[in-house]
Each structure stands twice: as structure tokens, then as C-alpha cells.
């Protein structure tokens, strides 16, 4: 057996491109790599995003938003290539610093545009400027809170762990599956315990809460992330949690969110790369 021992050197240096299928645009330093000036529709929300599961918690937002009838919630949603490296280009690295999606420019005031940048941030701005999603209670709003913050801090196991190394890393190796498959195997048990007593993750009423959750551990979930993870993590087994996201997953709203940022295909030819008006997923 080879031995796969890795000592690590005295001072960390990057010799070449690591990180498997995300190596080409993977770099330890932050910045424009490009001049690339961001399309700008006619919308005051503009949204630069992919339809992956933090940008769709955007696009659900904005939806659920629209369908409640707040008409000032009418956004433009520009694709970001990740992997072409879309997102280190000038115009959009103004917006977000760190170069990750999502990133919303709010030009209701032209004269002061508002950048908003991590999806969490982002739902909560959202929330916030059209009083929905949000409850008013202190304390289901301070659940709504705590679930939402919990999410931005559990999915990073879940995806650039679990998913990294089961789905996308060059070579697998035991130890760092199971090491993120036992961890994710954890949320889901968290979700379970509290979905068993409440119908929503912030109680009785669906919010922001549910928003952030649903794109992540329901993609996965429902056999839409990193092949054969639903199978391998046994997550059938969480009756709770599968209750709750056939629930969320029914919403209208959700199912128009998860259409937007996307490149059509043949099991999927309702995907929009775009989105400027309701009529684009009408």
C-alpha cells in the first residue's frame, strides 16, 4: 500500500493548482484578475449570481417576495460563471471583496448604490427593507436568526467539506469522508430533533430561516447534489427533515428561485441563465 502521508513544510507555498475540478480559478490571494464591467438592467435590485444552493436562497427570497406582493422586489439576475473565474473580474469584486456569490446592488438611490454581499446578508437586507420573511415577535425572530446563522456556519461542512471530498476532489480518501460524513450525518440529526416539534425552522411560519436552509440540505437531500449522497449519507432516514422539505419544495416561489442563474439542459430545459421579468419563467 502506498503510503499517502502528507508532512506538512515549515512555510506553506503555492507551487502549482490544487483543488480538483475548482484548481484553474482556485488562488490564496483576493483581488480583480480581470477588467470586467457588470451588465446592469433596469430593475433597482441587481443580483450577480449562480444557481448554486447559496445563490438560490437569493433568488427564492426575491420570489417569495414578489409573490406576496411586493412589486418593489422586481430584480434583474445576471449569471456569474464561477468556473470561468467571472467572479474575480473588476466590476464584480467592487461588489463582493470576497469574490464568492452572491453579490446584490440595491440602486434604489442611484446616487448611493448599496453593495450586499454573503447570502446571508443578503436575506436578511432583504427582509428587512420589505418588512417580510422576517418574523416581528422577538422571540421567533431571534430563532429565525439563530437558524439562519447556523445554516451560514454548518453548510461549509456540508459543501467544501463533505461534498469537496466526496464529489470533487481528484483522489478519495477515507479519512476526510468520514470525518465530513459524520458531521453532516450531525445537521441532519440537529434538523430532525427540532423539525419533530416545529412546522417551520423558526416555528409555525415560514421564513428567512427555511429559505437559507432548504437550497442546501435539500438539494442534497432530494439526489440534486454530489451523486449518490442522499444514498451514501442514509438520508431517507430523516422523516422530519424530508416532511419539511417536500413542504418548502412545493412553494411556488421556491420553485421559481431554483430556476433562475441556471444553464438549461435536457433533464432540466425550464433553467434560465437570466432573469429581467416574471414573464422569463412564465
Not at 502506498?2 to 484553474?24: L, Q, V
Not at 448554486?52 to 434583474?76: C, F, Q, R, S
Not at 459524520?182 to 428567512?208: C, F, I, P
Not at 412545493?250 to 416574471?278: F, Y
Amino acid at each position: 500500500m502506498a503510503d499517502n502521508t502528507y508532512t506538512p513544510p515549515a512555510i506553506w507555498t503555492w507551487d502549482a493548482p490544487s483543488g480538483g475540478k475548482f484548481a484553474s480559478i482556485n488562488r490564496p490571494t483576493a483581488g480583480a484578475t480581470s477588467d470586467r464591467i457588470l451588465p446592469v438592467g433596469d430593475h433597482p435590485l441587481q443580483l450577480y449570481s449562480l444557481g448554486t444552493p447559496n445563490g438560490v436562497k437569493v433568488t427564492i427570497m426575491l420570489e417569495e417576495l414578489l409573490a406576496t406582493g411586493h412589486k418593489d422586489a422586481e430584480y434583474d439576475a445576471w449569471k456569474i460563471d464561477i468556473g470561468e473565474g467571472e467572479q474575480f473580474g473588476s466590476g464584480f469584486v467592487a461588489i463582493n471583496p470576497n469574490s464568492k456569490i452572491p453579490a446584490l446592488l440595491d440602486r434604489t438611490d442611484p446616487a448611493r448604490p448599496q453593495r450586499v454581499f454573503e447570502s446571508g446578508a443578503i436575506l436578511l437586507y432583504l427582509a428587512e427593507k420589505f418588512s417580510a420573511l422576517l418574523p416581528t415577535d422577538p422571540a421567533a425572530r431571534t430563532e429565525a436568526l439563530s437558524w439562519l446563522m447556523w445554516q451560514m456556519g454548518a453548510a461549509p461542512f456540508l459543501g467544501g467539506g463533505f461534498g469537496h471530498f466526496y464529489a470533487y476532489a481528484p483522489d478519495k480518501y477515507e479519512y476526510p469522508i468520514n470525518r465530513y460524513a459524520m458531521e453532516v450525518k450531525r445537521q441532519y440529526d440537529v434538523l430532525d430533533r427540532h423539525l419533530a416539534d416545529h412546522e417551520y425552522m423558526a416555528g409555525a411560519d415560514y421564513s428567512v430561516a427555511d429559505i437559507a436552509i432548504w437550497p442546501w440540505y435539500g438539494a442534497v437531500a432530494l439526489g440534486q447534489a454530489y451523486d449518490g449522497a442522499a444514498t451514501f449519507l442514509g438520508l431517507d432516514n430523516y422523516k422530519h427533515v424530508q416532511r419539511w422539505i417536500k413542504r418548502v419544495g412545493q412553494r411556488p416561489a421556491v420553485q421559481r428561485g431554483r430556476r433562475v442563474n441556471r444553464s438549461p439542459s435536457d433533464t432540466e430545459p425550464d433553467l434560465i441563465r437570466e432573469r429581467h421579468s416574471a414573464a422569463d419563467l412564465d
